[in-house]
C-alpha cells in the first residue's frame, strides 16, 4: 500500500473536546479589529486542518512571550487545544487474549510524538518522542487526557496483526514472518510515521481486522508498556511470570509467533521494572510485535518511545 492512501484512512478525535474555548480566549487576548486579530484569527481557523499554521501559531506565541504575556498563554492553551484535535488515532476491534476478551479501544496510530510546549503530538509527520523514561511517559499521556498503552491492549493489537494474512511477508498467515517495520539499522534514529524504509522487509504498517492501520508496532523505537498482568496499580512488573501468563504464552498460535519477535520465560522475573514492547531501528530479528522485555523505570533512551490510547 503506497504512502499517498495513509490521510485517508487516519482516525481523529480530540480528547478535551473541540477547544473551542481554548480559541475563544485567545482572540480575546487580542485588540479586537486590529491586524493582530485578523491575522491569529485566520490562522486559528486554518489550524484546524493546516499544520503549518499550527507551527506559525506557536512561533507567535513563543514570540511575544516577553511582551504580552497574556496573548501569548492564550495562544499556547489555543495551539494545546489544536493539537489534541488533530491525534491520529485508530480503533482495535474487541480481541481474544489469552481466554480473555479485550474490549475493543482507542490507540494513536502512530507513536508519540512531542508538540510545541511538550504536549503529545500523534501524527505521521512527528518523530517518535523517545529518550523519556517510564513515569514521564506515564505523565505526558495524562496530562492530554490519554494512557499509556497497557499489556493487555499491546497483546490484542499484536494478536490481531497476527490473523490478518496481509502482515505476513508470505501472504498467509503462518507463511514467512510478520513484517517487523524498521529494525534493518539503515537510518540513524527513529523516524516519523511518514518515513518509508527503501527496504521492502521494512514494512512499518500493520492492518487491523477492521481494515485500520496501524504503525511501529515493531520496529523503529520500543513502546513503555503500562503492565496490567504482571504489575502493581502503577503498572510497574510486580511478579515473575507465570507459565499462563498471556505474556508469554501464545497457546494454540504458539507455532506461528515463534519468529514474532523474543519473550520472556515462565518464571522469569522483571520484578520493579516497566516493560517495553517491539523493537527498534537496529534491533535486527529480535524486532517483532511479541517482542517483549524491561527496563528500568527511570531509564530514558533514544530507543525506547511510547504509544497512547484513550483511557477505559
Given amino acids: 500500500m503506497s504512502n499517498h492512501l495513509i490521510p485517508h484512512i487516519d482516525q481523529r478525535i480530540a480528547p478535551h473536546g473541540s477547544g473551542a474555548g481554548a480559541v475563544a480566549d485567545a482572540l480575546m487576548a487580542l485588540p479586537a479589529g486590529s491586524m493582530h486579530h485578523d491575522l491569529m484569527a485566520r490562522l486559528l481557523v486554518a489550524a484546524r486542518t493546516d499544520r503549518h499554521a499550527l507551527a506559525a501559531l506557536a512561533a507567535y506565541a513563543i514570540s511575544c512571550a516577553d511582551e504580552a504575556p497574556d496573548r501569548a498563554h492564550a495562544l499556547r492553551e489555543a495551539v494545546i487545544a489544536r493539537i489534541l484535535e488533530r491525534q491520529h488515532l485508530v480503533t482495535v476491534p474487541a480481541t481474544v487474549v489469552g481466554g480473555e476478551l479485550v474490549p475493543s479501544f482507542r490507540v494513536g496510530q502512530y507513536l508519540c510524538g512531542m508538540g510545541v510546549f511538550g504536549t503529545i503530538q500523534i501524527d505521521p509527520w512527528s518523530a517518535p ?9 506515564q505523565r505526558a499521556c495524562a496530562a492530554c487526557g490519554l494512557a499509556l498503552l497497557t499489556e493487555r491492549q499491546a497483546l490484542a493489537i499484536a494478536c490481531n496483526i497476527l490473523r490478518q494474512p496481509v502482515n ?14 524498521l529494525h534493518r539499522g539503515l537510518g540513524e534514529g527513529p523516524r516519523p510515521g511518514n518515513r518509508r524504509s527503501t527496504c521492502p522487509a521494512e514494512r512499518r504498517w500493520h492492518l487491523l481486522s477492521n481494515g485500520q492501520m496501524i504503525f511501529d508496532m515493531a520496529g523503529n523505537a520500543y513502546s513503555w508498556i503500562f503492565d496490567d498482568v504482571q504489575g502493581d496499580a502503577n503498572g510497574v512488573v510486580a511478579a515473575a511470570f507465570a507459565a499462563e501468563s498471556p505474556s508469554i504464552h501464545r497457546g494454540d498460535e504458539s507455532a506461528v509467533t515463534q519468529d514474532a519477535g523474543p519473550a520472556p520465560g515462565a518464571d522469569d522475573d522483571y520484578r520493579g521494572e516497566a516493560l517495553i514492547r517491539g523493537g527498534h531501528w537496529c534491533s535486527g530479528e529480535t524486532a517483532g510485535v511479541f517482542h517483549l522485555r524491561s527496563e528500568d523505570v527511570d531509564h530514558a533512551d533514544l530507543d525506547i518511545g511510547f504509544r497512547a490510547a484513550m483511557p477505559q
Fill in 129 to 137: 518522542w523517545t529518550a523519556i523514561c517510564y513515569r514521564a511517559a
Fill in 168 to 181: 505476513w511477508t508470505g501472504g498467509k498467515i503462518g507463511h514467512g514472518h510478520l513484517y517487523r517495520g
